[in-house]
């Protein structure tokens, strides 16, 4: 079994910066990636980012490109996502996600465990 334990959530107002962080429990890991997806009120679970621990460019929404970035501290087994410039429409409980494999995947059916959520409020 694998636990994730987020953190950094909060309110912010648009063009603000936050930083969430994952770490992640349980098993010896080797090969895994672990990503970022978020839900926004009344919509589907989507996508944000993912990086895997073999290193390789990380994967990226296009609505976040340019600034989002995901980046690990392997040590600690934790990966952050660092949220610039902040929009209303970020606004979304954030998910972190984790599978056993190197390969980056968008979808979260490839993504067996997962964190509890936290949430991320952008005022305008």
């Known amino acids: 079994q694998v636990q994730l334990v987020e953190s950094g959530g909060g309110l912010v107002q648009a063009g603000g910066s936050l930083r969430l962080s994952c770490a992640a429990s349980?098993?010896?890991?080797?090969?895994?990636?672990m990503g970022w997806f978020r839900q926004a009120p009344g919509k589907e679970r989507e996508f944000v980012a993912a990086?895997?621990?073999?290193?390789?460019?990380?994967n990226y929404a296009d609505s976040v490109k340019g600034r989002f970035t995901i980046s690990r501290d392997n040590a600690k087994n934790t990966v952050y996502l660092q949220m610039n410039n902040l929009k209303p429409e970020d606004t979304a409980v954030y998910y972190c996600?984790?599978?056993?494999?190197?390969?980056?995947?968008?979808?979260?059916?490839?993504?067996?465990?997962w964190g509890q959520g936290t949430q991320v409020t952008v005022s305008s």
């Open positions: 996600a984790f599978r056993f494999g190197a390969s980056l995947q968008s979808g979260e059916v490839r993504y067996p465990y």
């Open positions: 349980g098993r010896t890991f080797s090969s895994y990636a």
């Open positions: 990086i895997s621990w073999s290193g390789g460019p990380p």
